[in-house]
């Protein structure tokens, strides 16, 4: 059984740092195409970033590329995202979310079949 279980959210200045952390079990990472999605209320999930199953290539979205990066630590089942320069904008309930389907779109929240329950991240002016 898949388990996804966020950590790290909180609050944090404008030009600030956050990590958070997704811990897993029933993931095997080789396996699994593991992303960090977003989301406001009343908006629509946003993709953050994908890491996928050869733990080396990964992709951001446009608002956070430069500033945010995603990684995997296999030796503890954990999934990261490092969050550097945040702005007030980033602000959002941050999602874990785990896939094995084959060709979609991996920036899709619709094609991620296992999800935590999210973390909050509030960055303040």
């Known amino acids: 059984q898949v388990q996804l279980v966020e950590s790290g959210g909180g609050l944090v200045q404008a030009g600030g740092s956050l990590r958070l952390s997704c811990a897993t079990s029933g993931v095997t990472f080789n396996a699994f195409r593991m992303a960090w999605f977003r989301q406001n209320p009343g908006k629509e999930r946003e993709f953050v970033a994908v890491i996928l199953r050869n733990g080396v290539v990964t992709y951001y979205g446009d608002s956070v590329k430069g500033r945010f990066t995603i990684s995997r630590y296999t030796a503890n089942n954990t999934l990261y995202l490092q969050m550097n320069s945040l702005k007030p904008e980033d602000t959002a309930l941050y999602y874990c979310?785990?896939?094995?389907?084959?060709?979609?779109?991996?920036?899709?929240?619709?094609?991620?079949?296992?999800w935590g329950q999210g973390t909050q991240v509030t960055v303040s002016r």
């Open positions: 979310a785990a896939s094995q389907a084959e060709l979609v779109d991996i920036r899709s929240p619709t094609f991620y079949n296992y």
